[in-house]
């Protein structure tokens, strides 16, 4: 079945210092990788995508990701972390195939907790 | 630019009633539309999509229904809510030329 999977619930980290937000993923094909950000009480904004090309991929607010085909794997990244970053985080994949419904596929969430 | 809207910000229904969510979408023709659930502030679950006027597809049988009547309309009803049926519902939507989709501020509904 494909799947993506965030391995971590919650992900503590000191503001100034590097984030890493983990995302692995079961799907076959080449698929297309995203990752989105949840505010308490709000919708998901998107952050970025990779579809094809270069595997640092930047986006929104100072975020990037890794693409990484041999390890199956989409980590957010971000240099130095803010408290305004603080929030959910969402990995998504667009399998290969899902043709015109531009379904995704949701990881369960990374809480990402940012500490003065 | 496209903008999706979504009402009512939040719901308190009694079990047994019924529900109405509306979604709109402006700025683009012919969208790929979304009805997400969110439960206890965690994981999606997708519940109906829709690529096209009339064109609905059920991911998950339960006590909803959704219903595209216009290109940038999409309704999620019930007719009896359930106690499970609380939760966060959002909408999003998609297009052929982006990849991605881009979500509404999302309805909290509690059934008490």
């Known amino acids: 079945a494909q799947s993506v999977a965030q391995p971590e619930d919650q992900v503590n980290v000191a503001e100034g210092n590097p984030l890493t937000v983990k995302c692995t993923y079961s799907?076959?094909?080449?698929?297309?990788l995203f990752w989105y950000v949840q505010y308490p009480n709000r919708g998901l904004q998107f952050l970025l995508k990779?579809?094809?090309?270069?595997?640092l991929v930047k986006g929104s607010y100072g975020f990037e990701a890794e693409f990484n085909k041999s390890q199956t794997s989409f980590h957010l990244k971000k240099p130095s972390a803010l408290v305004s970053d603080s929030a959910l985080y969402f990995c998504a994949v667009r399998p290969d195939g899902s043709g015109n419904t531009g379904k995704l596929i949701f990881g369960q969430g990374t809480t990402l907790q940012v500490k003065p | 630019s496209q903008t999706i809207h979504q009402w009512p910000a939040t719901l308190v229904q009694p079990v047994g009633s019924p529900l109405s969510l509306e979604c709109t979408v402006e700025g683009t023709s012919n969208p790929n539309l979304y009805w997400y659930r969110q439960a206890a502030g965690r994981g999606l679950q997708l519940l109906f999509y829709?690529?096209?006027?009339?064109?609905i597809s059920s991911e998950v049988p339960q006590n909803l229904s959704a219903s595209r009547p216009q290109d940038r309309q999409f309704i999620l009803s019930s007719k009896k809510l359930l106690l499970s049926d609380s939760g966060f519902y959002l909408c999003?939507?998609?297009?052929?030329?982006?990849?991605?989709?881009?979500f509404g501020p999302g309805t909290r509904l509690t059934v008490t």
């Open positions: 999003a939507w998609s297009s052929f030329s982006r990849y991605e989709q881009y």
């Open positions: 829709s690529v096209g006027i009339g064109q």
């Open positions: 990779y579809i094809t090309g270069d595997n």
């Open positions: 799907v076959s094909g080449n698929p297309y």
